[in-house]
């Protein structure tokens, strides 16, 4: 009788592995906002990070949050290091690519809580008179442990509403004419 509880159990955990195993290794989070100021100046803002205060969702989670910076102060090669609470944990941004007023690529690599990678890319779209759609996406690849996190957190409802917040923020002060 055990052994066929035993045999019982470890079938069910092999076909939820198999199950998690199965899940997409790939996602996707996008948010955008239209904003009444130009692609230039919405480019600045993330261009360099020494802006993102200004407008960053997770700066205003933790305000007691250290930053420091290294490269050049704009654009690739430019360094945004963190280390916050257990809200914001602890990370890196590294800016990879930038067509003026059109794209910015950056590579995101979270340390603490966990260790992850994912890209990030801003683009800035001339939308009518003097407006100028923003949008904000990261993509990245789950392992065995992020897709089985995956089941439990949906990683646009836990990331997008921060990537809305953000990108409100960023129309405020832009639109305010900060």
Request: net charge positive.
């Amino acid at each position: 009788m055990l052994k066929k509880i035993l045999f019982a159990v470890l079938a069910v955990v092999v076909i939820f592995a198999v199950y998690v195993a199965t899940r997409p290794a790939s996602y996707r989070i996008e948010r955008s906002v239209v904003v009444k100021a130009s692609p230039p100046a919405l480019f600045k803002k993330v261009v360099d990070f020494r802006n993102w205060p200004e407008w960053s969702p997770w700066a205003q989670i933790d305000p007691a949050m250290k930053v420091d910076y290294a490269g050049p102060e704009s654009g690739v090669g430019s360094v945004y290091h963190w280390k916050g609470n257990d809200k914001v944990g602890e990370g890196r941004m590294t800016i990879t690519g930038a067509k003026p007023d059109e794209q910015i690529d950056i590579r995101l690599q979270f340390i603490k809580p966990w260790e992850q990678e994912s890209q990030t890319v801003f683009t800035f779209h001339p939308d009518g008179r003097r407006n100028t759609k923003v949008t904000w996406a990261m993509t990245g690849e789950r392992d065995f442990v992020g897709k089985l996190f995956g089941l439990f957190m949906n990683m646009d409802a836990m990331v997008g509403p921060d990537f809305e917040k953000g990108l409100g923020a960023m129309k405020k002060t832009a639109e305010a004419g900060d």
